[in-house]
């Protein structure tokens, strides 16, 4: 039976052979043997990792390195040859980037899978440099560093979260220093590692707690100076990413001032040291108090200074005449009123003079000239019986009746012939 099914794993590939089922199961040997095979079949690799730990015993021609992968928690065991490791990497150390020409392999009686490498090359300073520049250019390329994005910082944050290396300088610097500006801020602390394989692992995870603590309103985090191998993990693409997609606004505080990590140009804010983040996350009490008493005093003076200026004013105005001796305007008017008054009953009397003469030569034109005057004069006025005016001769008949009007009276005739 086993051999047949050593059979069918050896075929099972091209389609004839039988799969396993419940009936006929595959054995562990089997199930190693396939996995061997299709790992087999990858053949040699170069691989990228950075050594987490390395095993040399005294004697053995064979060296042990445990590779891990920088931006996750994940690691294979290398074994290589000591001339190998000497020849390519003979300074190797600890949290070393490394770059090796290796071949997967499957243990079968441990269940274990592991690396064969027959070349290893340590990265140098200058190579890390070129890697670091062109994940810089991509992560810009795709939007992390832009500036309209970043957020500002709270200017008195409820809760402080700070991500840092336990019992450390620059957690003492950022604790110490806030605290001294603001004796009542509190933080919420997480220590992890900072430097070494386990760094943006655990990094990242502290990310991901402090942003969804609803109370923490920004992020802080710190290590103290370092080489640049030491200050990868803030370069680290995943790091990068992470604090990216924090909804909290993040402050980076890596290294000193000269120490330029990716991370600080995805942060939302960039201190140049631990001690410069405590300065940027809360404001400081004196200086507030001072700025409080300066302002309160400047708003003092002003009110102060309006309030005479309105006075001043009022001043002005009362010492006024129309306010100083109203009665003056009220007298002023009056003489005003009275002397209208007599300038009207001087043109109204000169009118009215003006008028009765008039009214009188016209009198004395139209007596002139009524018939009244004329019969005075002893004219009389002739008029036929119908009213009519006699003017000739001709306009009356013997026999008709005719009026006379006299100057005083009238007569009756009738005309002769």
Not at 41 to 59: K, M, N, T
Not at 290 to 317: F, G, K, T, Y
Request: proline share 6%; aromatic share 4%; net charge positive.
């Amino acid at each position: 039976m086993s051999g047949g099914s050593a059979g069918n794993a050896g075929g099972g590939e091209g389609g004839g052979a039988p799969r396993s089922t419940p009936e006929e199961p595959w054995p562990v040997r089997v199930v190693s043997q396939k996995v061997g095979a299709w790992i087999a079949r990858l053949g040699w690799v170069w691989v990228d990792g950075q050594v987490a730990q390395i095993s040399r015993r005294p004697g053995a021609s064979t060296v042990f390195l445990t590779l891990r992968d920088p931006s996750a928690d994940l690691s294979l065991t290398v074994t290589t040859n000591r001339d190998v490791l000497d020849a390519g990497a003979p300074e190797l150390r600890e949290g070393a980037r490394v770059v090796l020409h290796a071949k997967p392999e499957f243990y079968a009686a441990r269940g274990t899978l592991s690396l064969r490498a027959d070349e290893i090359r340590q990265v140098g300073l200058g190579e890390l440099l070129a890697r670091l520049e062109k994940l810089k250019k991509l992560l810009a390329a795709e939007g992390l560093f832009d500036r309209a994005r970043k957020r500002r910082l709270p200017f008195l944050p409820g809760r402080i979260g700070l991500i840092t290396g336990r019992a450390s300088a620059a957690e003492r610097d950022v604790l110490t220093n806030a605290r001294r500006r603001w004796p009542a801020v509190d933080f919420r602390t997480v220590n992890v590692a900072v430097q070494g394989p386990g760094a943006v692992p655990q990094i990242v995870d502290a990310l991901k707690v402090l942003d969804a603590d609803p109370s923490v309103e920004v992020i802080v985090v710190a290590r103290g100076g370092g080489s640049i191998e030491d200050l990868l993990p803030f370069s680290d693409e995943a790091l990068c990413r992470a604090v990216f997609a924090c909804r909290t606004p993040v402050v980076s505080a890596i290294g000193h001032e000269t120490d330029a990590p990716l991370l600080d140009y995805v942060a939302d804010v960039r201190a140049s040291t631990p001690t410069d983040a405590a300065k940027r996350v809360v404001p400081d009490l004196t200086e507030e108090v001072r700025l409080i008493r300066q302002a309160r005093h400047r708003l003092e003076r002003a009110v102060r200074n309006l309030v005479d200026r309105e006075s001043h004013r009022l001043d002005l105005l009362r010492s006024r005449p129309v306010l100083a001796r109203p009665q003056v305007i009220v007298d002023q008017r009056a003489a005003d009123l009275a002397a209208l008054r007599a300038r009207t009953g001087r043109c109204l009397d000169h009118r009215l003079g003006t008028a009765e003469n008039d009214l009188r030569h016209t009198l004395a034109r139209l007596r002139a000239l009524s018939p009244a005057a004329t019969l005075d004069r002893g004219y009389a006025i002739v008029q036929r019986a119908d009213g009519h005016v006699v003017r000739a001769a001709g306009e009356v008949g013997p026999g008709d009746p005719l009026r006379v009007r006299l100057a005083a009276g009238e007569l009756a005739a009738t005309v002769d012939g």
